[in-house]
């Protein structure tokens, strides 16, 4: 088990620039299923979770060059429209890669995907979707798609605005004949991005941005290049990090649109960030203190979809109210296992009761203590860690490949910073 050994009690200062956008590159690298032409991804982050998604594109006949952030992806022809059951336990989005299956080859098979155990994750909506557009779904503890004509356009209304539902129902319907409309769609940052990529790639979708979206489908996509938008989740946490450290960052490579909710929620825990277009800077020696409602109650901090306070944004932040003054509650709406990682922290020192499943009050400012800490799952581990860098002493951090997944270079970032890290693989 690879670790994260912290000494803890150090603020974050300096510099970093965020990477691209974890969300937003593993269904761009399943859109690339669609075309038989090359596609060139710039931007590309070089995380755990990435590298098991090219691993799909080749197990399935894909050819996949990387040169440093650029990636170049070529599906010329389909070996096999089966993804192996270690690639799809490994990978959640491998589900993204059954809508380029079906246009490709009429079929796909598959295995219940992977991913963070932060609760049911449904997948009803792709289900759904593809069933609406044409496709036949059977489950018999493997997942067989296929179709006895073409995908054909539909009107869908989600039961939820699923962000990978969303994603992957738009490439399917990026290839399907006529028209799709979609309501209650999921608009996040990186799935406007995804929607992008597939304009570029020659489909044609509108109400980019909105959560209605509007696809008339063509026959077939072609290759492009293109460059995957930054993370706003990573850089989200690295502010959150330096601020609990009583630090000063700056993060480059942003784009200050994506931060309106997330700005609010700094601002609730008495945290001023600039948003600047390019870049964000967090100011050291701040006096922190929690914000309450105008009639004196304890504020509330709930997640929801975009443009709403994201839920993978929600665990950097409760390790940041442990260093605030005050009382503050978190509703975490979404996932029903998120907040199991705070009896950690609660061992550590932090002054916090867990109401129910989906709720937590923080109380701060807490002193934290060293010690041996899980990575349940990417966000999770990445707020835990933050913990370390906060605590008296020495901490480890185990199974530091969760957060790998979805963090690039975290230990090099981190020592930029004057974290005193040490990363030890298995």
């Known amino acids: 088990m690879s670790t994260f050994e912290i000494e803890g009690g150090v603020p974050l200062r300096g510099t970093i620039r965020a990477s691209g956008n974890k969300n937003a590159i593993l269904p761009m690298i399943a859109a690339c299923i ?57 990978v959640r989005t491998s589900i993204l890669c059954v809508a380029g299956l079906l246009h490709r080859t009429g079929s796909a098979r598959l ?16 289900f759904y979707g593809l069933m609406k557009l044409g496709a036949k779904v059977s489950i018999n503890g493997v997942y067989d798609f296929t179709m006895s004509g073409p995908l054909t356009g539909a009107e869908l209304f989600f039961d939820e605005p699923s962000v990978t539902g969303t994603e992957h129902i738009l490439m399917a319907a990026a290839v399907s004949r006529g028209h799709t409309l979609i309501r209650n769609a ?13 304009n570029a790639m020659g489909a044609k979708i509108s109400g980019i941005g909105t959560n209605q979206l509007s696809v008339e489908g063509v026959d077939s996509l072609h290759g492009a290049t293109y460059t995957v938008c930054h993370d706003h989740i990573e850089a989200a946490s690295y502010l959150a990090l330096a601020a609990a450290t009583g630090g000063e960052i700056t993060v480059e490579g942003t784009d200050k649109h994506a931060y309106g909710m997330c700005h609010r929620v ?22 922190m203190q929690v914000t309450r409602d105008f009639d004196g109650a304890m504020p509330v901090i709930g997640d929801g979809p975009w443009p709403q306070f994201a839920t993978d944004q929600m665990s950097c932040m409760i390790t940041l109210a442990t260093q605030v003054e005050g009382n503050v509650l978190f509703f975490e709406k979404m996932f029903e296992s998120r907040l199991y990682f705070v009896d950690k922290l609660i061992g550590m020192g932090a002054a916090a009761v867990v109401c129910d499943p989906h709720r937590v009050v923080i109380s701060g400012k807490s002193r934290l203590r060293g010690t041996t800490l899980p990575s349940p799952d990417i966000r999770a ?9 906060c605590a008296s002493g020495k901490s480890t951090v185990q199974n530091a490949n969760m957060i790998q997944r979805g963090y690039e270079k975290l230990d090099e970032k981190l020592l930029a910073l004057g974290a005193r890290i040490t990363h030890k693989p298995n």
């Open 111 to 126: 295995y219940p995907p992977g991913g963070d155990v932060i609760g049911r994750r449904r997948l009803d909506t792709h």
């Open 266 to 287: 700094f601002e609730t825990l008495g945290v001023k960030i600039d948003l600047h277009d390019k870049h964000i800077f967090l100011s050291g020696n701040q006096r």
């Open 186 to 198: 999921a608009c996040e940052p990186h799935v406007q991005d995804l929607a992008h990529l597939l």
């Open 381 to 389: 581990g990445m707020a835990l860690l933050g913990a370390a860098l």
């Open 34 to 90: 669609l075309t038989d032409q090359e596609v060139i991804l710039d931007n590309v982050p070089d995380i755990i979770d990435v590298r098991h998604m090219l691993d799909v594109i080749v197990e399935i006949g894909g050819k996949v060059e990387r040169s440093g952030e650029r990636v170049s992806i070529h599906v010329a022809s389909v070996r096999t429209s089966e993804i192996g059951q270690a690639l799809c336990n490994k």
